[in-house]
């Protein structure tokens, strides 16, 4: 089935990529979730104009990109989480919750469909943090999380 993505779709494409996927992932998740639209002649079209948009976008996005990850590296970032006495977290730390974290630290505003954790956090201590900001700019981080104040 060949469709046309309206939203990033991470191990997919890009908004305006036409792609070829299975029947069923397509009509039953891709297509009701808003992610993407069937193919069709006039769909081609807006699939033109999409690209070409994205594409100033990108140029522009690049130096921007490139800031943001200036200031990412730079932030110390903490995080507080309720943990036990063993130092072992109720719960776990999500993407979310560090998009919060890096805000309050004074850091830019992010998506946090962006943000990769290293791994599930359930324990207090210092993490890597990945966000893929473009395509070619990728900033690493720590992010230190530390019991929440009671």
Known sequence: MKIILTQEVPGLGTPGDIVEVKDG???NYLLPQGFAIAHSKGAEKQVATIKRARDAR???DLDHAKEI???????SVKLGARAG??????????????????KAAGGPSLDRRRVELPSVIKSLGAYNVQVKLHPEVVAKFSVNVVPAAK
């Open 25 to 27: 992932y397509g009509r």
């Open 58 to 60: 990108e140029i522009r």
């Open 69 to 75: 990850k200036a200031q990412l590296e730079g932030l």
């Open 85 to 102: 006495d063993g130092g072992r977290l109720f719960g776990s730390v999500t993407a979310g919750e560090v998009v919060v974290a890096v």
